[in-house]
């Protein structure tokens, strides 16, 4: 008997210009979640909530979803801009300028996880800034 993946048991995870030409053909809610190789809780959220058949089935089904290096080092070019790690070099764990954009609370730090939540016409919804368990996540996305 073949036990391997379908096409369902995995994230459509998209880059920053796959998004853009997606929006561009057809918008539709976005999520995105800002990691780093160093952040134990993305690696948690990685292992349980992204492999949860529930939370797989509403991400592809009423998301873009994407996934993004909060240090990414390279620029990336979206909406008409180019956007850059102007903290490359100067900063231990330097943030990219997108998920300091999309991912900064007021008087707070920037911390990872971070999940972004964007309706149809690219407006923030909602922030968490914490480990959502499988369960937490699908109350997330059932909004």
Not at 29 to 53: G, L, Q, R, S, T
Not at 78 to 86: R, W
Not at 123 to 131: G, L, S, T
Request: proline content about 5%; charged content about 25%.
């Amino acid at each position: 008997m073949y036990t391997g993946l379908s096409q369902q048991d995995t994230i459509k995870w998209l880059s920053f210009e796959q998004l853009e030409s997606a929006l561009a053909e057809k918008p539709k809610k976005v999520f995105i979640d800002f990691y780093a190789d160093w952040c134990a809780y993305c690696k948690k959220m990685d292992k349980v909530a992204f492999k949860n058949p529930e939370v797989i089935t509403r991400l592809n089904t009423a998301y873009y979803a994407v996934k993004m290096n909060a240090e990414y080092k390279d620029s990336i070019q979206f909406g008409g801009a180019i956007f850059f790690n102007k903290e490359l070099g100067k900063k231990r764990n330097p943030t990219h300028e997108i998920p300091l954009m999309l991912a900064s609370r007021e008087g707070m730090p920037f911390s990872l996880p971070a999940v972004i939540l964007l309706d149809e016409h690219f407006k923030v919804k909602a922030r968490y800034f914490e480990y959502l368990s499988p369960k937490k996540m699908i109350e997330v996305l059932s909004d």
